[in-house]
């Protein structure tokens, strides 16, 4: 049976950087398949009829094994946080807030074994899971605060396009999602190829600014 698209992602992992890491013992593939079976097993069905699924995980290890990924904590803590974005999208599973994946030594925990607990966590300020996929591949998480876009330093997001005004465009909180909101730009804004003042974001829009184009993810 072919791997799913996040096995073949945590696989790739082993390449590189990470070989000498993950010659041996627990390999990181195990951890991403642990962790969409706890998604599956924490499946619930909100008012709206929406299936929701854990969205903080801790991942708990044995003193060797934690040590052993300490160079690389960071990135396998967020290539786990997008295996799991990736079930939920195949899935058409929605987080109450961010996704996020927490590595911790586990008491008592053996070498080679772990344990994967998630949980439901809403959002500062009541919103949801959300992020900005930049062409470059970086991902900007959206939380409670605005996002600010523009070519001034200053802004939370500095696009180096001479179509982008200093002081672009906004993405603000909005319910428990995000509203993009143009500035007053002079080559304006635009969501899926059409210019807006202001739009509700949704899982998939492809927004433009200048010739930048960004991905929105709601997962």
Not at 18 to 37: C, D, K, M, N, Q
Not at 53 to 74: K, S, W, Y
Not at 77 to 91: F, I, K, M, N, Y
Not at 104 to 126: P, S, V, Y
């Amino acid at each position: 049976m072919a791997l799913k698209g996040f096995e073949r992602r945590l696989e790739r992992m082993v390449e590189g950087t990470f070989a000498r890491i993950f010659r041996s013992g627990l390999r990181p593939v195990e951890l991403g398949r642990r962790l969409v079976r706890e998604m599956d097993d924490g499946r619930s069905v909100d008012v709206r009829g929406r299936t929701m699924v854990p969205n903080h995980f801790t991942v708990e290890l044995g003193a060797e094994d934690l040590e052993r990924f300490a160079e690389v904590r960071e990135s396998l803590e967020r290539e786990l946080a997008e295996a799991a974005r990736e079930h939920a999208r195949d899935e058409g599973y929605v987080f109450m807030g961010p996704v996020e994946v927490e590595l911790i030594e586990g008491d008592g925990q053996r070498t080679g074994a772990f344990q994967i607990t998630g949980r439901m966590r809403e959002g500062k300020g009541g919103v949801g899971a959300g992020s900005l996929l930049l062409p470059t591949g970086e991902r900007i998480a959206l939380r409670d605060a605005t996002i600010t876009i523009g070519r001034r330093p200053e802004s939370t997001l500095v696009l180096a396009d001479p179509n982008v005004s200093r002081n672009h465009a906004e993405i603000r909180p909005h319910g428990n999602g995000w509203i993009l909101v143009d500035l007053g730009s002079t080559n304006g804004s635009r969501v899926n190829g059409v210019r807006v003042s202001s739009q509700e974001l949704q899982e998939g829009d492809d927004i433009a600014f200048g010739n930048t184009h960004l991905s929105f993810e709601a997962s």
